[in-house]
């Protein structure tokens, strides 16, 4: 059977999407797959949090690059700091949630750790 792939990235950045691009064509050229959708978890969510999202983390890697490093340093061991951020993206992506569900991929691929951590059942 043919495998339906999901990619999900976020476009906080252009290195998100643009490795799901990347992997899109890699996916789309191999026979054992039958569809690749490639979406942008961020379209699943509304306005404000897609807004706060995308263009807190471009303002400060304009504005403030020191201290987007030091918080990825400071929040760069797993679980340390993301029982408030992942409550938060599961609260504003449950339309992701039901995207997920309904489309059913057997593979899915995530370039951005939202999409996985928010839709985590």
Not at 23 to 30: C, D, I, P, Q
Not at 53 to 60: A, C, E, I, T
Not at 104 to 120: D, Q, R
Request: charged share 20%.
């Amino acid at each position: 059977m043919k495998k339906r792939v999901l990619l999900l990235s976020t476009s906080a950045g252009s290195g998100h999407v643009a490795a799901a691009r990347a992997l899109e064509k890699v996916f789309s050229a191999m026979p054992q797959v039958a569809e690749v959708v490639n979406k942008d978890a961020l379209e699943f969510t509304n306005e404000s949090f897609r807004t706060i999202y995308s263009d807190l983390f471009l303002n400060l890697v304009k504005s403030n690059p020191q201290l987007l490093g030091w918080w990825y340093n400071e929040s760069d061991e797993p679980w340390k700091t993301d029982t408030w951020r992942i409550m938060l993206d599961r609260v504003n992506t449950q339309p992701l949630v039901s995207f997920i569900k309904e489309y059913a991929p057997h593979i899915v691929v995530c370039t951005h750790y939202m999409p996985a951590a928010s839709s985590h059942t």
